[in-house]
């Protein structure tokens, strides 16, 4: 099974990079995050057409939101509350397969690295706190195939930014971030399926790239904020894995690249929401 994961950045100003990427890479279930719109108003119909007739859709007006389409039919639908503020960044679904596939857009926390002066900031560490408590709650759960994808809105290596020590002050870098997303990682003992199966921890690996760069790619400062992570049900199931970096630089792209991986997969259980 092939399975993606990509920030959109509003699914209807770039529907038609989505269906361009569809139509090339063929994955079996696409993970959207920012898609910026209500359920009523999401372009279902061009991604009907390509097959993705399996919709699973939680959105708000102008914010955040995630979507889930796919080839393969779902057994159950459901969402998570990790945010205090409401917002739609949570869905988790189980195919027909058997994965419960769960897809996070986790907050990107503003520009201030300080919880008691920015708002946007703590409710960042909240929302990671929040998911290393849901997943720590299900530890039987572990041996099923369980995967995780989103925009993490965190960097957590040295080498998933362009400069370790600039950025240690910038938010998505810093060390309070980074504890944060290892302790979500060891709740669930989750693989980061990038790092720990397919490329060398000692090797620059990004999936953003700012607007605000005059030309992105000759100065290629960027940032591994979107992520694949697999439950030990899983580990070494992924056959292959890939960053599609290409696809910054086509017309109106979005700052994200989508991720992709394949796997062999055995069956799971019903999904649950972690409570």
Not at 219 to 243: N, Y
Request: aromatic residues 8%.
């Amino acid at each position: 099974m092939k399975v993606g994961t990509w920030n959109i950045n509003s699914v209807r100003q770039r529907i038609n990079l989505v269906t361009r990427f569809l139509r090339a890479e063929q994955p079996d279930v696409l993970c959207l995050q920012e898609t910026k719109v209500v359920d009523e108003l999401f372009p279902a119909g061009p991604l009907r057409r390509l097959g993705y007739v399996h919709q699973a859709i939680r959105g708000q007006k102008g914010y955040h939101g995630v979507a889930i389409v796919s080839r393969l039919p779902f057994r159950s639908v459901a969402s998570g509350d990790f945010c205090r503020e409401g917002h739609a960044r949570h869905l988790c679904v189980v195919l027909e397969n058997g994965v419960e596939l769960n897809n996070f857009y986790v907050p990107a926390g503003g520009d201030i690295p300080d919880p008691r002066v920015n708002p946007k900031f703590a409710h960042k560490l909240a929302f990671l706190s929040a998911m290393a408590r849901a997943f720590r709650n299900r530890p039987h759960d572990r041996r099923a195939p369980v995967v995780l994808v989103g925009d993490l809105n965190v960097a957590p290596l040295e080498n998933d930014v362009w400069n370790h020590k600039q950025l240690l002050d910038v938010v998505s870098h810093t060390p309070i971030e980074t504890e944060l997303l290892a302790e979500v990682k060891d709740a669930f003992a989750w693989s980061d399926i990038a790092r720990d199966e397919f490329v060398p921890h000692d090797r620059k690996l990004y999936s953003w790239w700012s607007y605000r760069a005059a030309d992105w790619r000759a100065s290629d400062r960027g940032r591994r904020l979107d992520h694949i992570w697999v439950s030990p049900g899983l580990k070494g199931a992924a056959t292959h894995h890939a960053i599609h970096k290409k696809l910054r630089g086509w017309k109106g792209a979005s700052d994200h690249v989508p991720v992709v991986a394949e796997f062999a997969l055995q069956p799971a259980k019903d999904c649950r929401p972690p409570p």
